[in-house]
């Protein structure tokens, strides 16, 4: 199995940095002078970000140990992030409402799998306090997103109805690893906490000002977590 999840790291980093590399080519954020690389990076770049997502959802398939439905719903999450990744090139009102099915689906996937497991009252009081973590940090995050210039405008409603899924992901996430009650489970933990690292910096970006260097910091984020959060189904 190990040979196996090395073979799955490899092709995921190779796919993973030939985005950002021709992506960060095709919005300048690195210089080329070459025409021809110029020219590949502009007609490839879009159909090659979704290909990890889409990967690790193979992925997810392949290392199916039962019948539960925890694979199959994280499979459709992962191929949602996929069609996602292809929406946001065309615009944030497509790309937004797949991300945010997809989110809904890795929330489902973590809480029914921690459910099954069975949670304790401890598990639930020790949850209540990172709800409360989350929910502050969201709060003050589209406060500050919204002092902008601009502000959210018409996106507010949006954007609050992906922070309300992206936060209960994450909610389900902590859940599912003090559930499982071992150590590495907490790499789907890290895999929630930094998928939100990256939306945050898309939000920064769009909403309030923009970052330089922003598809390295975005993409390396996302394909982290994407990465990260398909590991779930070794540790579970």
Not at 140 to 159: A, C, H, N, Q
């Amino acid at each position: 199995m190990w040979e196996f999840l090395f073979i799955y790291f490899l092709i995921f980093l190779l796919l993973a940095s030939i985005y950002v590399i021709f992506k960060s080519i095709k919005v300048k954020e690195i210089r080329v002078e070459n025409q021809t690389i110029q020219r590949l990076a502009n007609t490839t770049s879009t159909f090659i970000k979704g290909l990890p997502a889409i990967f690790a959802a193979f992925f997810v398939l392949i290392m199916r140990l039962n019948d539960s439905f925890f694979y199959l719903i994280l499979f459709g999450a992962f191929f949602f992030c996929f069609a996602g990744d292809i929406g946001l090139e065309k615009g944030i009102l497509i790309g937004l409402p797949l991300f945010l099915i997809a989110q809904f689906l890795l929330s489902i996937a973590f809480l029914g799998q921690a459910v099954a497991i069975g949670l304790t009252i401890n598990n639930l009081i020790l949850s209540t306090v990172v709800v409360f973590v989350v929910v502050l940090y969201m709060f003050m995050f589209l406060r500050y997103l919204d002092s902008s210039e601009t502000g959210l405008g018409e996106f507010k409603i949006p954007v609050i109805a992906y922070c309300v899924v992206i936060s209960l992901m994450f909610v389900s996430s902590f859940l599912l690893w003090i559930a499982i009650g071992k150590l590495e489970s907490i790499v789907v933990v890290f895999g929630a906490l930094i998928f939100i690292v990256s939306d945050s910096l898309i939000g920064i970006h769009e909403f309030h000002h923009k970052i330089s260097k922003n598809v390295l910091k975005v993409m390396v984020t996302y394909y982290i977590a994407i990465f990260l959060l398909s590991l779930s189904v070794l540790v579970i």
